[in-house]
């Protein structure tokens, strides 16, 4: 799986870096992802979780 939150979906988003000079190149903005141990039906599994789901305590840690 790639990096992306497996509880709301959220990844990456697109934006640039704009210089001074106002050149402008692509940049990522990379969600802030943990990968954690939870406990899934019964099974304990590690998945990549965002912050804001850890912090809405949307994910029971294992």
């Not at 979906?9 to 001074?20: E, F, I, L, R, W």
């Not at 190149?25 to 990379?30: E, L, R, V, Y």
């Not at 954690?36 to 912090?55: A, E, F, P, Q």
């Amino acid at each position: 799986m790639g990096k992306k939150c497996e509880i709301c979906g959220k990844s990456y988003q697109m934006g640039a870096n704009v210089s001074h000079a106002h050149n402008v190149s692509k940049k990522k903005f990379k969600a802030n992802l943990h990968r954690v141990k939870v406990n899934m039906n019964g099974t304990v599994k590690h998945i990549y979780v965002c912050s804001k789901c850890l912090k809405a305590n949307k994910v029971v840690k294992a």
